[in-house]
């Protein structure tokens, strides 16, 4: 699971919170990332996951309006053009990648 390295920085709840809305947002990223192979899979399922962790960082722990929040940034982001990925976010860090 994505959030596995973020342990330490956040309570089970919160972790099961967040896994949840990656879970609501999945279905759909996955469907509009077109053919992505494995690699490319695990580096779009990084990048969402990021993008809950950017918006739990603030406070937010409701899974809906963390999907919410994630799937906004991936259309806004065209994350599903996921070739020119970056280097993901670092546990601590809440700035959001683009």
């Known amino acids: 699971m994505p959030f596995s390295r973020f342990k330490t920085q956040y309570q089970p ?18 469907s509009a990332s077109g053919g992505l192979d494995e690699n490319g899979m695990e580096r779009l399922r990084t990048r969402l ?9 603030q406070g937010e722990f409701d899974p809906e309006k ?10 806004d982001s065209k994350l599903y053009n996921i070739v020119a990925d970056r280097a993901p976010l670092e546990a601590g860090q809440s700035k959001i990648p683009t």
């Open 13 to 30: 709840e919160q972790l099961a919170k967040m896994i949840e809305a990656f879970e609501l947002v999945w279905p759909q990223a996955s």
């Open 49 to 57: 996951a990021n993008y809950i962790v950017a918006c739990a960082s």
């Open 66 to 75: 963390l999907a919410a929040f994630a799937i906004r940034a991936f259309a």
